[in-house]
């Protein structure tokens, strides 16, 4: 009885750091969007990359410290919520839209990708979609401005069961 009763008080207390933590990121300060760059959505390649048009180029975009379920492809099957996760994505930033994008310390990737925190307005689309259990987190080289932010989504995400932390998923991430 005794262990049952500590074991449920040391969930509870799990859970309410997570929303502590998640309510105090909530009231921080938005990234300064100030230094972002706006680009228009030419297409949704999966989850977590974009092709977009910036300053007369256009772009291959990896949104920064998130990582998708990937989509099938070259003979391998679609991992479970790549198509939720590509479909989101068209929902979030859809085809001929303006989104801003904020670059962190590696502007690229080792394959030449850009690597950007991608915002709709206010909406933190990197963000939404690991909370939403759509990605999971991940650093890239030096970009960790935003890596705290996308572990405490993820944490929620995985808490709550969402997406690819779901049971059916059976997520290992």
Same mark, same amino acid.
């Given at each position: 009885?005794?262990?049952?009763?500590?074991?449920?008080?040391?969930?509870?207390?799990?859970?309410?750091?997570?929303?502590?933590?998640?309510?105090?990121?909530?009231?921080?300060?938005?990234?300064?969007?100030? %230094?972002?760059?706006?680009?228009?959505?030419?297409? +949704?390649? *999966? &989850? /977590?990359?974009? !092709?977009?048009?910036?300053?007369? @180029?256009?772009?291959?975009?990896?949104?920064?410290?998130?990582?998708?379920?990937?989509?099938?492809?070259?003979?391998?099957?679609?991992?479970?919520?790549?198509?939720?996760?590509?479909?989101?994505?068209?929902?979030?930033?859809?085809?001929?839209?303006?989104?801003?994008?904020?670059?962190?310390?590696?502007?690229? %990737?080792?394959?030449?990708?850009?690597?950007?925190? +991608?915002? *709709? &307005? /206010?909406?933190? !689309?990197?963000?939404?979609?690991? @909370?939403?259990?759509?990605?999971?987190?991940?650093?890239?080289?030096?970009?960790?401005?935003?890596?705290?932010?996308?572990?405490?989504?993820?944490?929620?995400?995985?808490?709550?069961?969402?997406?690819?932390?779901?049971?059916?998923?059976?997520?290992?991430?």
């Amino acid at each position: 009885m005794r262990k049952t009763a500590l074991g449920f008080l040391a969930a509870l207390l799990i859970v309410f750091g997570i929303v502590l933590e998640m309510t105090l990121q909530e009231d921080a300060p938005p990234p300064a969007l100030a %230094d972002g760059e706006t680009a228009q959505v030419e297409r +949704v390649v *999966d &989850g /977590d990359t974009l !092709i977009v048009h910036s300053s007369g @180029e256009r772009l291959r975009l990896r949104l920064l410290n998130i990582d998708a379920p990937e989509l099938a492809r070259d003979g391998q099957p679609e991992e479970c919520m790549g198509s939720a996760a590509a479909h989101r994505l068209e929902e979030l930033a859809p085809v001929g839209s303006t989104v801003t994008l904020v670059y962190d310390k590696e502007r690229q %990737d080792q394959y030449g990708r850009d690597l950007a925190a +991608v915002f *709709d &307005g /206010d909406v933190f !689309i990197n963000e939404l979609l690991v @909370e939403e259990g759509l990605a999971c987190a991940v650093v890239y080289q030096s970009n960790d401005t935003y890596y705290s932010r996308m572990q405490s989504a993820e944490a929620a995400a995985r808490q709550a069961q969402l997406g690819m932390f779901s049971p059916e998923c059976h997520a290992g991430r």
